[in-house]
């Protein structure tokens, strides 16, 4: 799977795959990550890349003309290349859009800065776009990050047990149980008893009623949703 980054700003992103798990897989090519500057297409003489709003409004757009010259250079390398420009007007990300999003061969993310991007470009080039969440921050680069990982570690290969994908929060209606590592007792705190016996099928129910205790306290409405009747209310 091939990565490009379309961003004004590629150190803020190169750091992120320097080392850890998307390190190891760009070191076994199972990922490649690419820059794209769209300040490097600016026809501008000053190598400008952005300006003021037409119609008003406080602040700087980023211009059509740089992205679109970079957006097109991209798509006639790669007519494959999926690309997602990322702006909090948008449809939140999802665990399910990571899944969907890692078979695809080649994923661009368009970051903005400033006010944002020209609408043009966007309706011209976005396969999708996406927000992270209702916040607003200084650019799409985190955001193009956050995706990036989310999506990377549903490619085969990359996650060292792919068992791990299976159980956890979000691939099913219910939270992750909580987790727990050695020491059994630390600072007078022990790891719940039945964790610590062997019985595997009492430890997994122990678990799913931990995990409807968590999906009760903080996602109420998914149970809901599903209409999960909790193991203590059965
Ligand atoms: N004026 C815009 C915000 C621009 S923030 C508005 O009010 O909608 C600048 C850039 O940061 C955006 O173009 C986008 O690429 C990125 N960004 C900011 N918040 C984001 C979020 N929640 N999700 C995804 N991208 C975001």
């Given at each position: ?47 400008k ?16 003309q ?52 020209d ?14 969440g ?33 159980v ?18 630390y600072?007078?705190?022990?790891v719940p ?42």
């Open positions: 799977m091939k990565f490009t980054f379309v961003t004004l700003f590629s150190n803020l992103v190169e750091g992120y795959f320097q080392d850890s798990i998307l390190k190891r897989a760009i070191d076994k090519d199972i990922l490649k990550i690419q820059y794209l500057n769209p300040r490097d297409f600016s026809q501008n003489k000053h190598m890349v952005d300006d003021t709003a037409v119609g008003g409004g406080a602040g700087m757009v980023m211009n059509p740089p992205l679109y010259d970079a957006l097109d250079f991209l798509k006639k390398e790669d007519e494959e290349t999926y690309i997602l420009f990322m702006t909090p007007v948008a449809k939140q990300f999802t665990q399910n859009d990571a899944k969907r999003l890692s078979k695809k061969s080649h994923i661009a993310f368009v970051s903005g800065r400033y006010e944002g991007i609408e043009r470009v966007i309706e011209e080039f976005a396969d999708e776009v996406f927000s992270i209702d916040y607003i921050l200084t650019g799409g680069e985190l955001a193009s990050l956050v995706i990036c990982d989310a999506v990377s570690r549903n490619i085969d290969g990359v996650l060292g047990n792919s068992d791990s994908l299976s956890e929060s979000f691939e099913t209606p219910l939270l992750e149980a909580p987790a727990f590592s050695k020491p059994k007792n600072k007078e705190n022990a008893s039945e964790y610590l016996k062997g019985n595997h099928s009492k430890i997994r129910s122990l678990k799913l009623a931990l995990s409807e205790c968590k999906t009760q306290f903080f996602r109420p409405e998914q149970l809901l949703k599903h209409k999960i009747r909790t193991s203590y209310e059965k």
